[in-house]
């Protein structure tokens, strides 16, 4: 069956530069042939087979490169470039939604939460990896201060960048996942990559990993989490940019 992953795979083989080709994944193994499989089972299925397991940890020694930039690499807006000059002492994580307590929390107070550090690797869609460590604050401590209402069953994440310029005005990144992958260990709100402060390109302040669900999934330029009960409403109704264009919203790996 050729699947749209399919194309993009074969596409992007040929011309990437940057990251290591597939870290351990290369174009034969059985792996990626599960992984292309697996764009066909149900959400359902895939969590019946993956349950709530950890995606694989790696050392330091697996980081081979930096993180490769892929999709926005930086945000073209004054209120961008003024937090971006005072090191993002003035942002602040807006909370809002199906929430007991909407949050603002500023930069320093993010930072000073728990942290959890992974060194994980990051598949895009498009056919390459990379193994890169990453920290930040668990959504889980974020979700217990906020306090989700009953009915509260997606996190929508609501970014600075404008993916989009068209006629109708910009289109800002979006994305969003459910409360199961919300309090998954692994996911964290990263403010740090690679032991240093995240990077501009790779989604300063910070920026959603999901680990066992494909890099669009993690949105960078995080401005805002949503609490919502129904994605219906969220840009052209699959609460996800790349959902909204073709592709799974479950993007599990
Ligand atoms: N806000 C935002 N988040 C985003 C994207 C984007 O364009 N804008 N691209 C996605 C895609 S397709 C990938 S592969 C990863 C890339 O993250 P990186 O630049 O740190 O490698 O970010 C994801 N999150
Ligand atoms: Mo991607």
Redesign the pocket.
Same mark, same amino acid.
């Given at each position: 069956m050729i699947t749209r992953r399919n194309l993009l795979l074969g596409g992007a083989a040929a011309g990437l530069s940057g990251c290591t080709l597939l870290d351990g994944l290369t174009d034969d193994s059985g792996l990626r042939a599960f992984l292309q499989g697996a764009e066909n089972l149900t959400m359902t299925a895939q969590r019946l087979i993956i349950g709530n397991s950890l995606a694989p940890e790696f050392t330091a020694a697996d980081i081979r490169q930096g993180?490769?930039?892929?999709?926005?690499?930086g945000v073209d807006s004054d209120e961008y470039r003024a937090m971006r000059a005072d090191g993002f002492a003035s942002y602040s994580l807006q909370v809002t939604g199906l929430v007991e307590r909407p949050l603002s929390i500023p930069y320093a107070q993010l930072t000073g939460l728990p942290a959890r550090t992974q060194i994980t690797r990051?598949d895009?869609?498009e056919g390459w990896s #990379?193994i890169a460590k990453w920290m930040g604050v668990p959504l889980s401590v974020i979700l217990d201060q906020a306090r989700p209402l009953l009915n509260a069953r997606f996190a929508v994440f609501n #970014?600075f960048?404008a993916?989009e310029h068209g006629l109708g005005g910009d289109v800002l990144?979006y994305e969003s996942i459910d409360m199961v992958d919300a309090r998954h260990p692994q996911t964290i709100l990263a403010w740090a990559m690679n032991d240093r402060a995240l990077p501009v390109?790779?989604?300063a302040p910070l920026?959603l990993r999901v680990e066992r669900q494909l890099?669009?999934k993690?949105?960078?330029?995080v401005r805002s989490i949503e609490l919502v009960d129904s994605l219906a409403g969220i840009g052209a109704g699959r609460g996800s940019y790349?959902a909204d264009r073709g592709y799974e919203w479950y993007a599990g790996i």
């Open positions: 993180q490769h930039p892929n999709g926005s690499t990051h895009c869609v #990379c #970014c960048d993916i990144y390109q790779n989604g920026r890099g669009y993690m949105a960078k330029y790349w």
